[in-house]
Structures are given as C-alpha cells and as structure tokens.
C-alpha cells in the first residue's frame, strides 16, 4: 500500500479513504497503524484509527481531511458511517486482518455492512491464519477470481525457545505458577486463560501472593488497557 501511495500520491477527498484496514482489536488496530508510520516515514501521506472506547472527536477531525489509509475496528467504523463522518465510496484497497478472529467474534454481519459500503472495483485482501469454511465462504461472497497465497512454516518454534508443560488439576494451577515464579531470579511473563472472569481470579490470587500483576481483557475500559 506505501508503495501505491508513494507512486500516486493523488489528494483524499474530505471523509474519504483510499485504503482501510479492517482489524478485530483496538490494540491490533494500534499496532498496523504504527507500523505504516513507521515504514512510511519517507512517504507523504495521511493515515487514522478508528476504535471504539475513547472519544470520537478526534476521529472524527482527521476523517475529515480524507485518510491514504483508515485502520479500523468494525463497530465505531459504522457508527461513524451512520453519522456520515466517513466515506467508503472510493476506497482501491480493502483488508481484512485476521480474518478469522473476526469471525470467531461475532463481525460477520458487521463486515457485511462495511464491504457493501465500498465499491466493487476495489482490491480485497484476506489474511488469515487459518482457512475454515467461514473465511472460505466470506471470500467468495466478497471477492472476484480470488488468489490463495499460503506460507508454509517449516517449524513454529526457534531453537532458542524451551517449551515445557506441567498437567496439574484445576485448583492446582495457580499454586503451581507461583512456584515457577519463585524459581526465576527475575520473573516476567504473560499469563493466558480461557475466559475473562478466569483473568479476573488469576490476577486477583498472584495479587494476594504479593506479586506485582495487572490485566487485559475486554470489559476493561480502552484507557486501562493502554495503562496496562
């Protein structure tokens, strides 16, 4: 895309966008828009988020001038699609990250409205993870003569990773962390559960055992989650 860009540096109009970039997560979100400020540094061209959770004000402002590239979760994109504060119309390039993900958190309806937004002519990119029937049938609807380009990993590990797995019963598993804790001279780590409320009770119990831990989940406000 700053590649495009670079070679037809042509003017956005107001509220339009040339490029959008549709992602599941606020902090992924976060993450591309980074990325193309930082790879695009040589490049004139205007790039923003749009997110829920924070003020739309400021959204709002940079729609305004017109957007090279929109980096968008899919709920406050319509919202500001309703109030026309943005306009898909001539949008060349449309991706979808995560593809999956996306499906897997109930944006399929969501995706729908923002595709039938822009026009056909454009370019649409999926990049998925995995290719289920759903992402499947999502690229059929919305794409013409599709091209599949997968990479095949020859190892998801490197070398200078030890991984190591411990069986332990349910009401065993948090004794069981602070053990490992205590055997690492500086520890540091990132804990993975399987429900928000789990999240809740794992940093509540290392919390009690006076460890220093925090948490990220999606009832947390969009200020929080930045904190954290």
């Known amino acids: 895309l700053l590649h495009r860009i670079s070679e037809n540096p042509r003017r956005t109009f107001r509220r339009g966008v040339r490029h959008l970039v549709l992602t599941p997560t606020r902090e992924l979100a976060g993450q591309v828009a980074e990325n193309f400020r930082i790879y695009g540094k040589h490049v004139q061209f205007r790039t923003g988020m749009v997110y829920g959770g924070v003020s739309e004000k400021p959204q709002i402002k940079e729609l305004f001038q017109g957007l090279d590239v929109l980096v968008a979760c899919p709920g406050r994109l319509i919202d500001l699609m309703d109030q026309g504060h943005v306009d898909l119309s001539q949008v060349e390039t449309f991706i979808l990250d995560e593809a999956d993900r996306m499906l897997d958190m109930g944006f399929r309806e969501d995706m ?16 998925s993870a995995t290719m289920n029937p759903g992402v499947e049938k999502l690229i059929k609807t919305f794409s013409h003569k599709a091209r599949q380009i997968s990479i095949e990993r020859k190892a998801l590990t490197v070398d200078s990773i030890e991984q190591t797995y411990y069986e332990v019963r349910n009401r065993s598993k948090v004794e069981v962390l602070c053990r490992l804790l205590d055997l690492e001279t500086n520890p540091r780590g990132i804990v993975f559960c ?21 948490r990220i989940h999606g009832d947390i406000t969009q200020v929080n989650r930045e904190r954290v």
């Open 112 to 127: 729908e409205v923002i595709l039938g937004a822009v026009e056909d002519s454009r370019q649409t990119l999926f990049f």
């Open 194 to 214: 399987n429900t928000k409320q789990m999240v809740e009770d794992a940093c509540e119990a290392l919390a009690a055992r006076g460890y220093v831990a925090d």
